[in-house]
């Protein structure tokens, strides 16, 4: 059996600058997309746990070398940490950003296959993953209607509430806390002796 799409190309008829398709081979086309997307999707969180672990585990480890060094400069180490953690917060909501600017066309594909009524796009044209990612990241333009009381919000507004969400946020700041305490600790003991 030929692949999903092979033998599409007798089916498209050029319309304008368009291509146009049948309904069979639309639906074929958005099928694959949006399972291309959904995975892009679901790849976005397990890249970010993986990310996490690291972070922790070299966090759970500088802290450590702070406590069983005698330098001087062991109470730079959670300072250290701390700007770090900060980076890697930053980078997770930019991250969060660059994901959810995917659930636009996501949910495009979803209204078109479940024939919502109010579908934004009637019939969407395939392979339109960048055209919609760009406008859901560079504009946050609203595919809905209701949406638009609270669409589009600058990016920087975005980006807040990405890394204010408590699975983006939990982690940072249990390491900041963890290493304020840190230095706190460090420099009351270094003042002892």
Do not use: H
Request: proline share 7%.
């Amino acid at each position: 059996m030929p692949p999903d799409g092979a033998g599409l190309t007798r089916n498209l008829r050029p319309r304008g600058n368009f291509l146009e398709l049948s309904d069979n081979d639309r639906r074929s086309l958005l099928k694959d997309e949006y399972l291309l997307l959904q995975n892009q999707y679901e790849d976005f969180d397990r890249r970010s746990l993986t990310i996490k672990g690291w972070v922790a585990s070299g966090a759970a480890a500088a802290l450590a070398i702070s406590f069983s060094t005698s330098y001087r400069v062991s109470e730079m180490i959670p300072v250290f940490v701390t700007v770090i953690a900060l980076v890697f917060w930053y980078l997770e909501a930019k991250w969060k950003l660059f994901q959810y600017a995917l659930a636009d066309r996501i949910r495009v594909i979803e209204a078109y296959f479940r024939d919502d009524p109010d579908k934004p796009e009637a019939s969407p044209a395939p392979f339109q993953i960048y055209a919609a990612w760009y406008k859901s990241y560079a504009k946050d333009e609203p595919i809905y209607e209701y949406e638009r009381p609270y669409r589009p919000r600058p990016l920087w507004s975005r980006l807040i509430t990405a890394a204010l969400q408590p699975f983006v946020s939990a982690l940072y700041v249990a390491i900041v806390f963890l290493s304020v305490v840190s230095l706190v600790l460090l420099l009351s003991m270094g003042t002892k002796s």
